[in-house]
C-alpha cells in the first residue's frame, strides 16, 4: 500500500511538472504570437512625447527617428506609423528607416492590410511622399473604435511586416 502511495505521489508531481512547462509555452506564445514562425514581425512601442522630449536633448539618433508613433524594429529596418486624424477620415505616416542613422528608404512597395473594429477588411497602397521622407495613405472614415493594421514594405528582394493599431 506503501508503494501505491509513492507511486501516485511521484505520477502526480511529473503531472504538475507537465502543466507548468505547458503554461510556460502558452504564456511565451500569448506574449509573442510570432514565436515559433519565421515572420520578420518586430516588437511595437509607442514613442511618448516624454520620451520624444527626453531624447532630444541627448540628440541622439533615434530622437531624429521619432515622430511620436508606433514604433516596429525589424532587423536593420526601422518601422513607425502615425495616424492623424484630419477631415473625417485618418492619414496614415509610416516611416520606412534603415542602419543606425535610421536613413529613409524610399524605393520600397508599401501595402497596409487594415481592419475594422466591425471586422471588414481592406488593404491600401502607401506612396512615398519625397518631401516627408514617408510613405502615406489617406483611410476614409470608419467605424468607431480599433483598427489592426499589417504593413508590408518589399525592399528589393526582402519584405518587412509591422503590426500595428490605432483608434479611430
Avoid: W
Avoid at 98 to 127: F, M, R, W, Y
Wanted: glycine share 10%.
Amino acid at each position: 500500500m506503501r508503494s501505491l502511495k509513492f507511486g501516485f505521489i511521484i505520477l502526480a508531481s511529473t503531472g504538475l511538472l507537465f502543466l507548468g512547462a505547458c503554461d510556460n509555452k502558452a504564456s511565451e506564445y500569448s506574449s509573442n504570437p510570432s514565436a515559433g514562425t519565421t515572420e520578420t514581425t518586430g516588437k511595437t512601442e509607442t514613442a511618448s512625447k516624454t520620451e520624444t522630449a527626453t531624447n532630444s536633448e541627448k540628440n541622439t539618433d533615434h530622437s531624429r527617428s521619432s515622430k511620436g508613433g508606433q514604433v516596429v524594429e525589424v532587423g536593420k529596418y526601422h518601422l513607425e506609423l502615425v495616424p492623424e486624424k484630419e477631415d473625417g477620415a485618418t492619414h496614415l505616416d509610416l516611416y520606412v528607416q534603415t542602419g543606425d542613422k535610421h536613413e529613409a528608404v524610399s524605393n520600397a512597395k508599401v501595402t497596409a492590410d487594415i481592419q475594422s473594429p466591425d471586422g471588414k477588411q481592406k488593404t491600401i497602397p502607401l506612396t512615398y511622399d519625397a518631401d516627408g521622407k514617408h510613405y502615406a495613405a489617406k483611410l476614409d472614415k470608419g467605424a468607431a473604435g480599433q483598427y489592426q493594421v499589417r504593413v508590408t514594405a518589399n525592399i528589393g528582394s526582402e519584405k518587412v511586416n509591422g503590426r500595428f493599431n490605432f483608434n479611430q
